[in-house]
Structure formats: C-alpha cells, structure tokens
C-alpha cells in the first residue's frame, strides 16, 4: 500500500462523502449536512480544502484514496504559528496513520514554511487524537474548559504544541506527493 498526503482534488469528492457517511464521529470536524452529495463535496474541497496564503491542506491517500485529512490554518506569518486539524475514516484508524501525517505536516511548516509554533487542541473524551499529538511529537500545555458545544454538551479542549526546536518524534513521516 502507499499512503502519503497530497492536496484535495475535485475528483475525491465521492470518497470524501463515503469517509462522511461512514465515520459518525466527523460532525464535530465536519460540515456533514454539507457532505452528502458529490455535488456537496466537490464544492466542500474546492473552498474549504483549498491551500491559501494561511492554511495548506492535505488528503491523507491511501492507494489512491482520500482516507482523511491534515491541515495548518490560521497560518499567522507575524508571530510564525499555525493551528494544527486532522481526521481519518474510521476504516482508516489504528494504523498510525495520522500520527505520521502530523509528523510530515509538522516538518512542511518547519522546513518549508518557516513557522516555529504549531498548536492543536482535541476533546478530552478523545483519548486517541491526544495519542496521535502526543506520538508526533505535541507537548500538552493546557486545558481550555466547557470550549467547545455539539448539541446541548460541552467539552473540555486539551492543548497541546510542538516548537521547530522541540526533538524530532522518533515517527517516519508520510510522504509529501
């Protein structure tokens, strides 16, 4: 198999809608009343999938198949950080895939994007994205309480980050297409 990130393309759209359909659980990330057509998606991936000057987003592929994604957003060249998001189908996890696609997003902001703090957050009750920072390298920092609201519940947010002078995470990264 080859996995490796890449950017979005129109032509991912029905994959990006059966990642929907099948793994509930991307309503918190995902605009999914947004994502049920291909229609839907193809105009999904053509905004908000889309690089720009403060964010690049990739799909994490799988044989040629979008599986998930990784993104740096609110890319803020003043102070050299970014906010850090990432998904997978659920067929997707357990692999240590979105370990190693942090990992390589991670080095693209280094290395190429000059940027020195990148940041993420995740629900407490999400104890494997914490993993997936944790293994590629985040240090937790903080605890942002009752931050986020799906429905009528709130969730803690945890912090975490990881500085271009932090160690390198013993992680093989993905490849960059």
């Known amino acids: 198999m080859t996995t490796l990130l890449r950017a979005w393309a129109a032509a991912d759209a029905p994959a990006l809608v059966d990642a929907v359909a099948s793994t509930p659980d991307l309503a918190t990330q995902l605009p ?3 994502l049920a057509s291909a229609d839907d998606a193809r105009a999904f991936i053509g905004g908000s999938l889309r ?3 403060a964010r690049r987003v990739w799909a994490v592929v799988d044989d040629g198949v979008p599986i998930g ?6 890319i ?3 102070h050299d950080t970014a906010w850090v998001s990432y998904w997978l189908a659920s067929a997707a996890r357990g692999r240590g895939l979105a ?3 942090l990992a390589a997003a991670s080095d693209w902001g280094f290395a ?5 703090r990148l940041e993420l957050g995740h629900r407490v009750n999400n104890p494997a994205s914490c993993g997936v920072a ?20 709130r ?4 912090l975490h980050a990881r500085l271009a002078t932090d160690p390198a995470p013993d992680v093989a990264p993905l490849p960059r297409a």
């Open 32 to 34: 999914v009343s947004r």
């Open 51 to 53: 690089a720009g000057p």
């Open 69 to 74: 994604s990784i993104a740096l957003t609110h």
């Open 76 to 78: 803020d060249r003043r």
């Open 99 to 101: 370990t190693r696609a």
């Open 112 to 116: 190429h994007a000059g940027l020195f």
């Open 134 to 153: 944790t293994r590629a390298g985040f240090a937790r920092e903080g605890l942002e309480r009752a931050k986020l609201r799906y429905g009528e519940e």
């Open 155 to 158: 969730f803690d947010v945890e």
